[in-house]
């Protein structure tokens, strides 16, 4: 039976706004990455966060938390603070 965790990482901690924007729409999969041994890839659209996929935030700074389970039920978290920078 599976009792391994996935691996969930935190990839991006500061995005840019593209110019003329006011707000960056929030790209999960800039942000997080999910593997697991038993189930390989994890979208990261299985993930649970406190952002939703593209939620707009506005510039400055935002704490993320995210997890995700594997198909066995364990589970990982990634917790980190999101840069927004303007340009």
């Known amino acids: 039976s ?3 965790p996935p691996t969930l990482a935190c990839l ?4 840019s706004l593209s110019p003329g924007l006011p707000t960056w729409p929030v790209d999960l999969a800039q942000l997080i990455s ?4 038993a189930d390989g890839v994890i979208a990261v659209t299985a993930a649970t966060c406190n952002i ?3 939620q707009l ?7 993320v938390a995210c997890y ?9 978290n990634c917790t980190f603070r999101l840069s927004v920078r303007g340009k």
Do not use: F, I, P
């Open 12 to 15: 991006n901690t500061a995005v």
């Open 57 to 63: 935030l506005h510039k400055g700074n935002v704490s």
């Open 68 to 76: 995700v389970a594997d198909r066995a039920g364990n589970r990982a």
């Open 52 to 54: 939703t996929q593209g």
């Open 2 to 4: 599976d009792v391994q």
């Open 34 to 37: 999910a593997t697991d041994s």
